[in-house]
Nanobody, 124 residues
Framework: QVLLVESGGGLVQAGGSLRLSCTAS????????MGWFRQAPGKEREFVAG????????YYADSVKGRCTISRDNANSMWYLQMNNLKLEDTATYYC?????????????????WGKGTLVTVSS
């Protein structure tokens, strides 16, 4: 059984930082591209960042480019999203997802597995 579990969400003031983590089990981690998505209340889920299965390429939504960094640790089957200079509009539930042999631009439709999400709330 494949299981993805996010952690690291919470309440943070605007301008602050958070690092989200996602751990995976039940799959060969190095064979999967990884992505972070988010969904704010009343809005559709949107892509945030992705990293290819090889780790060689990354891709970011324009809304977070320059403020977020996605990375992966194949040895420990984890990947991360470092978020800096958080804005009110970053408030959302953040989901990690895995795409078998996918690329950094894998969309939500490409994803094979999803976590249940972690809530990030940015306050003024």
């Amino acid at each position: 059984q494949v299981l993805l579990v996010e952690s690291g969400g919470g309440l943070v003031q605007a301008g602050g930082s958070l690092r989200l983590s996602c751990t995976a089990s039940g799959l060969i981690f190095s064979n999967y591209a990884m992505g972070w998505f988010r969904q704010a209340p009343g809005k559709e889920r949107e892509f945030v960042a992705g990293i290819s299965w090889s780790g060689r390429t990354t891709y970011y939504a324009d809304s977070v480019k320059g403020r977020c960094t996605i990375s992966r640790d194949n040895a420990n089957s984890m990947w991360y999203l470092q978020m800096n200079n958080l804005k009110l509009e970053d408030t959302a539930t953040y989901y990690c997802a895995a795409d078998f042999y996918g690329g950094s631009r894998s969309t939500s439709k490409d994803m094979d597995y999803w976590g249940k999400g972690t809530l990030v709330t940015v306050s003024s």
